[in-house]
């Protein structure tokens, strides 16, 4: 491990991953100053580091949109991708992912933060990635290593393997030994660890350490396990290549130790990546890239520049990228290379082409979108990958603070969700608003902030309207009738319509049983037009369902009569009629899946209780060690802000599902205060 060579693995791409404040930024900052890209490491608290550099997280003092930097090591290039830790900007590593070689997830010994790390893990398990966890802030452990990884462990479906034990000076960590290499190490601040002596406790506690290590790499290699049993001494070089395997096939997630903000640690990590990691060609493998001739690469993030255009991010895992090349992409679209830019952190620099194993930013395909394949061949290739957002549990209705800017504000819209495909837009047709969806209110928040800081858009926000409707109880008879006379031709309509409750869920009928042309045929479907427009806002102000409305009898006159008087007279009946048939009030009722971890099932049941909703029950998560699904039905009035409430009850790591299921009558002070709201509103 210790030869100087060059890997032949070629640039390498390595995700920096981990829960909320574990200290990932912290990490790249600390590898990019002991690699020599920076001069020293900034600091996320002071708004001086290379990773978290948007206004947004500068401000919030978290990741929320992942950072690419590019340095070297022992003559080797690393373009490390700082992702953010909350689980609300989530969609950033999850799109990213499928390009690493590995991973790095940064942890510490906080078990309120072990349901975050197990969602973590679960997506690299699940892609095939193969990952290092890097046990940060060590200095600041108070209980023995192998406490802290029998904690952790239950996140993980592979063994965390511990490759390093800590030397202890009294309650404080001073060092560490390398169970692969058998050298100890004592920390110095900023500066490289200095090989010490490895001798009397420390040394009895090596051999116990290292023989665990080996037992466990020996359940995958059984002439290791042969050793081990015949009490032969396995060669250091055998046992570093079966790290390296077992690594690579996802059979172990090697634990190593440190400190970021002290820079402890953080070259031992490199070596490990440099040596053990694999490279461009078996991501390439592991994503079935077949034809190796052209030039292939992931886009994994789109970014625009306030005046550097579009910009997208991509590994280049086949072949060579030339700028000025045309690119076909898995969506069909094409585009022309304008710039390909070295990616480091927010320090780009032109270049002419970029090689396999590369990850650049390349300009101006503004047809590309994030998760696109492309191409330097002459057909669109086979997308590699598809990740599909997490479905949006927080919603907010905006408008642009001055009206002129309703244009800008659709453009902006666009461009936020081509950079961050978890936040969508839909527009609501009954009431016109633009309703925003995300993960959280920080994601929220921080697109509003990206709008008007980037977009120049000033805009105003509430809670989106509740798709409240009414219906009847009571079957009428209602004749509607229009007549206007106003010189020349007049107005004449005049119709009998039958009203009558449906039952819950079957919808709005129109039907005919008009005899001897009452009604002349012609006239029969604008009168069913002026139905729906009455049924648009009923006597309680909402939209009005389940009902049934036949046309009986009426009468016509052979001058007047025309389709705008029977389309007036239709809703002139029915507005009359509707407030004779006993309206009531329905609302919205969702049936909601949560998942959570078992620990707080129980304050999620409280949750949901004090919201209305009525629990179904609850069981394990399928596939989840320590995790639930809570199953409940509960009004869309009461889910608005729910996932605030979840994930303050669960540490950050709760989320749920839900689903329209049916509509249910609201009666008493509940409707009358629903119904003031809504006239006060209108």
């Given amino acids: 491990m210790g030869q100087d060579v060059r890997s032949p693995r070629g640039p390498r791409c390595i995700a920096l991953v981990g829960p909320f404040q574990s200290g990932k930024t912290t990490l790249l900052e600390a590898i990019m100053a002991r690699t020599g890209a920076i001069k020293s490491a900034g600091s996320v608290d002071a708004g001086t580091s290379v990773g978290d550099a948007s206004p947004e997280a500068r401000q919030h003092k978290i990741g929320v949109g992942l950072t690419a930097a590019t340095t070297t090591f022992m003559g080797d290039s690393y373009t490390l991708i700082d992702c953010p830790g909350s689980i609300e900007f989530a969609h950033d590593m999850r799109a990213a992912l499928p390009a690493v070689d590995a991973a790095v997830v940064v942890c510490e010994a906080d078990e309120k933060k072990l349901p975050q790390l197990q969602i973590i893990l679960r997506e690299l398990e699940e892609l095939g990635i193969p990952r290092f966890l890097f046990l940060n802030k060590i200095d600041r452990a108070n209980k023995r290593v192998r406490e802290t990884l029998a904690t952790l462990q239950p996140a993980s479906r592979v063994p965390l393997v511990l ?139 789109t970014v625009h520049l306030q005046h550097g255009g579009k910009l997208s991010l991509a590994r280049v895992l086949a072949g060579r990228l030339d700028d000025g090349a045309t690119l076909q992409s898995s969506s069909g679209e094409t585009g022309r290379i304008s710039g390909i830019l070295a990616v480091s952190g927010t320090h780009d620099s032109k270049r002419p082409q970029a090689e396999a194993g590369e990850t650049v930013a390349l300009g101006k395909l503004d047809a590309v979108k994030t998760g696109d394949t492309v191409s330097s061949g002459k057909t669109a290739p086979a997308s590699l990958v598809k990740v599909e957002p997490v479905a949006a549990v927080l919603s907010i209705s905006i408008a642009a603070t001055d009206r002129k800017d309703d244009v800008k504000l659709g453009q902006a819209l666009l461009r936020l969700n081509e950079e961050d495909p978890s936040l969508t837009m839909i527009q609501n047709p009954r009431t016109h608003d633009t309703v925003l969806w995300g993960q959280g209110e920080m994601h929220l928040r921080v697109a509003q902030e990206r709008l008007k800081d980037r977009y120049g858009v000033n805009v105003k926000s509430h809670p989106p309207a509740i798709g409240y409707q009414e219906t009847i109880r009571k079957a009428i008879t209602q004749r509607g009738r229009h007549k206007k006379q106003s010189g020349g031709h007049g107005q004449f309509g005049d119709v009998v319509l039958d009203i009558k409750p449906k039952p819950r869920g079957t919808g709005f009928e129109f039907h005919e049983k008009v005899v001897g042309g009452a009604v002349p045929r012609n006239y029969i479907g604008a009168v069913e037009e002026g139905v729906v427009d009455a049924l648009a806002r009923g006597p ?69 209780s004090a919201r209305r909703g009525q629990i179904l029950g609850f069981d394990t998560r399928e596939g989840w060690s320590g995790w639930d699904c809570v199953r409940a039905t509960m009004p869309e009035s009461e889910i608005g802000d729910l996932i605030v409430e979840l994930r303050s009850a669960t540490a950050g790591a709760g989320t749920f599902t839900r689903q329209f299921d049916r509509m249910a009558e609201v009666t008493g002070r509940a409707a009358d205060q629903i119904i003031a709201a809504h006239r006060d509103a209108a």
Wanted: negative net charge.
């Fill in 163 to 301: 490759r390093q034990i800590p030397i202890w000076n009294g309650d404080l960590i001073e060092g560490f030994v390398d169970l692969a290499l058998e050298r100890a190490f004592v920390y110095r601040e900023h500066k490289p660890s200095e090989v010490v002596a490895l001798e009397g406790g420390n040394l009895d506690r090596e051999k116990e350490a290292r023989f665990s290590m080996l037992e466990k790499l020996a359940d995958h290699d059984d002439a290791l396990m042969e050793q081990l049993l015949e009490d032969i001494r396995p060669p250091r070089d055998a046992v570093f290549d079966d790290l390296a395997r077992e690594l690579r096939e996802g059979l172990i997630c090697p634990v190593l130790l440190g400190a970021a903000s002290r820079e402890n640690g953080v070259l031992r990590l490199m070596k490990a990546l440099r040596h053990e990691a694999p490279g461009v060609t078996d991501t390439a493998n592991r994503l079935g890239v077949k034809d190796k001739k052209d030039a292939l690469a992931y886009v994994f993030k």
């Fill in 540 to 608: 309680l102000g909402f939209p009005v369902i389940d009902l049934d409305v036949t046309l009986t009898d009426g009468s016509y006159h052979s001058v007047d009569s025309s389709d705008l008087a029977f389309r007036t007279a239709a809703r002139v009946g029915v507005s009359e009629g509707l407030p004779q048939c006993q309206p009531v009030l329905l609302e919205p009722i969702h049936l909601v899946e949560i998942f959570c971890p078992n620990e707080a099932t129980a304050k999620v049941n409280a949750i949901l």
